[in-house]
C-alpha cells in the first residue's frame, strides 16, 4: 500500500520568512496530492491540491511543487504570519471511484514566530 | 468549500457506556464517508469506509462491533463506540465526499474528542 513521509515533523520560521515542507510517497499510481491544515481542536481544512499532470500550482502565498519522476511533492508557503500557525498534513491518492485510499503523512507542526 | 458538520466536538462518557458521533454533510450529497481516529500528535488513521445504503468497510485491526457505523442517508453517517473504555479516547474525524461530482476531493468535519473515564 501506499507509504507517505513528511518532513520536517517541526518547523519554526520568523514572521515573513518561507516554510517548505516535503514529502515523499512510494505508490507510482498515486495521483491526487492534497495538503491539510489543522488548527488546534479542529479537523483538517484542504489549503491546496495538485494532480499529477501538473508540477506546479500556486494560491496567494501558497504553492505545490509535484515531482512524479522522484514520487516527491513539497509545500511552500511564502511571507509567513502568525496564523499559519498549525500543523500540515500532506496526502496521496489515486484520483476515481475509491477515495478511501488515501494516505496522510505524520503532519509537520509550523510554528511562525512573530 | 462544502461543509461537513460532526457532532458533538467533545464529549465525556463513562467507561462501558456507548457514544454516537454524527457526521453530516449541508450542502451537499455524500456518497460516501470516512472515519478517521487521531492520537496525540499524530496522523490521521482510517478506521472505515461507509458508502450510503450499504455495509462499512473496515480498516484491519478496526474492530467492526465495537465502532458501529451507520450511513442510512446521502447526508448523515453515525459512529457509535460501543462499550467504551479509556484506551478508545481519541479524536474522531469524519469525511465527506460526492463520488458523483467531478471533484473527488473529501471535506472534513472539525473532529470530536471523546475521552472515556
Known amino acids: 500500500g501506499e507509504n507517505v513521509e513528511q518532513h520536517p515533523s517541526t518547523l519554526s520560521v520568523q514572521e515573513g520568512d518561507s516554510a517548505v515542507i516535503k514529502c515523499t510517497y512510494s505508490?507510482?499510481?498515486?495521483?491526487?496530492f492534497p495538503w491539510y491544515k489543522q488548527e488546534l481542536g479542529k479537523g483538517p481544512q484542504l489549503i491546496i491540491d495538485?494532480?499529477?499532470?501538473?508540477g506546479e500550482k500556486k494560491d496567494q502565498r501558497i504553492a505545490v511543487t509535484l515531482n512524479k519522476t522522484a514520487k516527491h511533492f513539497s509545500l511552500h508557503i511564502t511571507e509567513t504570519q502568525p496564523e499559519d500557525s498549525a500543523v500540515y498534513f500532506c496526502?496521496?491518492?489515486?484520483?476515481?471511484?475509491?477515495?478511501?485510499?488515501?494516505?496522510f503523512g505524520a503532519g509537520t507542526r509550523l510554528t511562525v514566530k512573530p | 468549500g462544502a461543509v461537513v458538520s460532526q457532532h458533538p466536538s467533545r464529549v465525556i462518557c463513562k467507561s462501558g457506556t456507548s457514544v454516537k458521533i454524527e457526521c453530516r454533510s449541508l450542502?451537499?450529497?455524500?456518497?460516501?464517508m470516512f472515519w478517521y481516529r487521531q492520537f496525540p500528535k499524530q496522523s490521521l488513521m482510517l478506521m472505515a469506509t461507509?458508502?450510503?445504503?450499504?455495509?462499512?468497510?473496515?480498516e484491519q485491526g478496526v474492530e467492526k462491533d465495537k465502532f458501529l457505523i451507520n450511513h442510512a442517508s446521502l447526508t448523515l453517517s453515525t459512529l457509535t463506540v460501543t462499550s467504551a473504555h479509556p484506551e478508545d479516547s481519541s479524536f474522531y474525524i469524519c469525511?465527506?465526499?460526492?463520488?458523483?461530482?467531478?471533484?473527488?476531493?473529501?471535506?472534513f468535519g472539525q473532529g470530536t474528542r471523546l475521552t472515556v473515564v
Open positions: 469525511s465527506a465526499q460526492n463520488r458523483g461530482a467531478l471533484n473527488t476531493e473529501a471535506f
Open positions: 505508490d507510482s499510481a498515486s495521483n491526487y
Open positions: 495538485i494532480r499529477s499532470n501538473v
Open positions: 496526502a496521496a491518492s489515486t484520483t476515481g471511484y475509491n477515495n478511501n485510499d488515501m494516505r
Open positions: 450542502d451537499f450529497q455524500a456518497t460516501t
Open positions: 461507509s458508502n450510503e445504503g450499504s455495509k462499512a468497510t473496515y
